[in-house]
């Protein structure tokens, strides 16, 4: 039997969980979402009463589901809009040398960065001479209060994820396998902000955040229509005529992440010389009427929600929103 690893998002005043069971193939076992109404930010920030407060928020989830305090990792997807990720291919080093090259190679384009920034490389393939695979980086300052948390939660073994890296292992786990040649961008619209993802044979290709979410497209579509936030979240969920009319008012929302959608498949093709096969909508942003339609006709890519693959345990509107949170479960290390 595999191990435990309890996934872990502090974002959009709201707490993210997922408990999977890792190995050959990693299971669902729970996962679910709780408000922290108190955050004022994206993340955890560095502050004595936001981090008591998680932390209270965390003992009650505990008290409700003691097997996710039973987990032997905790593994905490970050959300700090300043973190970045790169695909790198550099000379093969020894693996004792290869940091000192990394962070050579990215300074190159980021002066300074070895001082301020927290960095990781994960290795995807190695000969003789090459090396591929990907760096994120973080300002150290932006971690602290991700630190912080960690330091006061009693799990044996604790880890930090990048949105990125985390939506390639739940694509690859629990979602629609891809054939090696296939090409795929996962468009992961969170709370406040949105993160394109490009992957290929379970390797992140290329990766993107814009800070624009389902906050502000509700805010655009609400004044639009003249409704509520609440009557917008509850159009959202129904099959009824409020919901059609909600349809029609994608674009008025979504706009900008279209936009910014449709560069990034562009900025590929032209890069790379080849094109994305498919998009995968995912977060609480595509909760919304026919928006896989909407997305299809208006960037010219065949668009897909997220749905969990044959086999896989999972209510579906939860996998949306839980999607980073179950990637940053299952560990490789």
């Given at each position: 039997?595999g191990?435990?690893?309890?996934?872990?998002?502090?974002?959009?005043?709201?707490i993210?969980t997922?408990?999977v069971?890792?190995?050959?193939?990693?299971?669902?076992?729970h996962?679910g979402?709780?408000?922290?109404?108190f955050?004022?930010?994206?993340?955890?920030a560095?502050?004595?009463n936001?981090?008591g407060?998680v932390l209270?928020?965390?003992?009650d989830i505990?008290?409700?589901?003691?097997?996710?305090?039973?987990a032997?990792t905790?593994?905490?997807?970050?959300?700090d809009p300043?973190?970045?990720?790169?695909?790198?291919k550099?000379?093969?080093?020894?693996?004792?040398e290869q940091?000192a090259?990394?962070?050579?190679e990215?300074s190159?384009?980021?002066?300074g960065?070895?001082r301020?920034?927290a960095?990781?490389?994960?290795?995807?393939?190695?000969?003789k001479t090459e090396?591929?695979?990907?760096?994120s980086?973080?300002?150290?300052?932006n971690?602290e209060?991700y630190r912080k948390?960690?330091?006061e939660l009693?799990?044996?073994?604790q880890a930090?994820?990048?949105?990125a890296?985390a939506?390639?292992?739940?694509?690859g786990a629990?979602a629609?396998?891809?054939?090696?040649?296939?090409t795929?961008?996962?468009?992961n619209?969170?709370?406040?902000s949105?993160?394109?993802?490009?992957?290929?044979?379970?390797?992140?290709?290329?990766?993107r955040?814009?800070?624009e979410?389902r906050?502000q497209?509700?805010?655009?579509?609400?004044v639009?229509?003249?409704?509520t936030?609440?009557?917008?979240?509850?159009m959202?969920l129904?099959?009824?005529?409020e919901?059609a009319k909600?349809?029609s008012?994608?674009?008025?929302g979504?706009r900008?992440?279209e936009?910014?959608?449709?560069?990034?498949?562009?900025?590929?093709?032209?890069?790379?010389?080849?094109?994305?096969?498919?998009v995968?909508l995912?977060?609480?942003?595509?909760?919304?009427?026919?928006?896989?339609?909407?997305?299809t006709?208006?960037?010219g890519?065949?668009t897909?929600?997220m749905?969990?693959?044959?086999?896989?345990?999972?209510?579906?509107t939860?996998?949306?929103k839980?999607?980073s949170?179950l990637?940053?479960?299952?560990r490789?290390?």
């Amino acid at each position: 039997m595999g191990h435990k690893v309890l996934g872990l998002e502090v974002s959009g005043k709201e707490i993210k969980t997922a408990l999977v069971r890792n190995g050959a193939r990693p299971q669902i076992l729970h996962c679910g979402t709780y408000p922290v109404p108190f955050l004022r930010g994206e993340g955890i920030a560095d502050d004595e009463n936001e981090i008591g407060s998680v932390l209270l928020t965390l003992k009650d989830i505990f008290k409700q589901n003691k097997a996710l305090a039973s987990a032997g990792t905790i593994s905490v997807c970050v959300t700090d809009p300043q973190t970045v990720v790169r695909y790198l291919k550099l000379a093969a080093f020894d693996k004792k040398e290869q940091k000192a090259a990394v962070e050579y190679e990215i300074s190159q384009s980021f002066p300074g960065v070895t001082r301020t920034h927290a960095i990781s490389f994960k290795e995807y393939t190695r000969t003789k001479t090459e090396v591929t695979g990907i760096v994120s980086f973080a300002p150290k300052k932006n971690l602290e209060g991700y630190r912080k948390l960690l330091e006061e939660l009693s799990f044996k073994r604790q880890a930090m994820d990048v949105v990125a890296n985390a939506d390639a292992k739940a694509f690859g786990a629990f979602a629609q396998p891809l054939t090696k040649d296939e090409t795929v961008l996962i468009c992961n619209i969170k709370s406040s902000s949105t993160y394109f993802t490009i992957i290929s044979g379970g390797r992140v290709l290329q990766s993107r955040q814009i800070p624009e979410g389902r906050r502000q497209t509700a805010e655009a579509i609400c004044v639009a229509m003249g409704c509520t936030p609440s009557d917008f979240e509850k159009m959202c969920l129904d099959n009824s005529p409020e919901s059609a009319k909600l349809a029609s008012m994608a674009d008025t929302g979504y706009r900008y992440i279209e936009e910014q959608l449709r560069q990034t498949l562009e900025f590929f093709a032209s890069e790379q010389k080849k094109s994305v096969g498919c998009v995968y909508l995912a977060g609480d942003g595509s909760i919304f009427p026919d928006l896989a339609t909407h997305f299809t006709e208006s960037v010219g890519v065949q668009t897909k929600l997220m749905v969990p693959k044959s086999g896989v345990k999972a209510d579906k509107t939860m996998f949306l929103k839980a999607f980073s949170v179950l990637g940053a479960a299952i560990r490789e290390d």
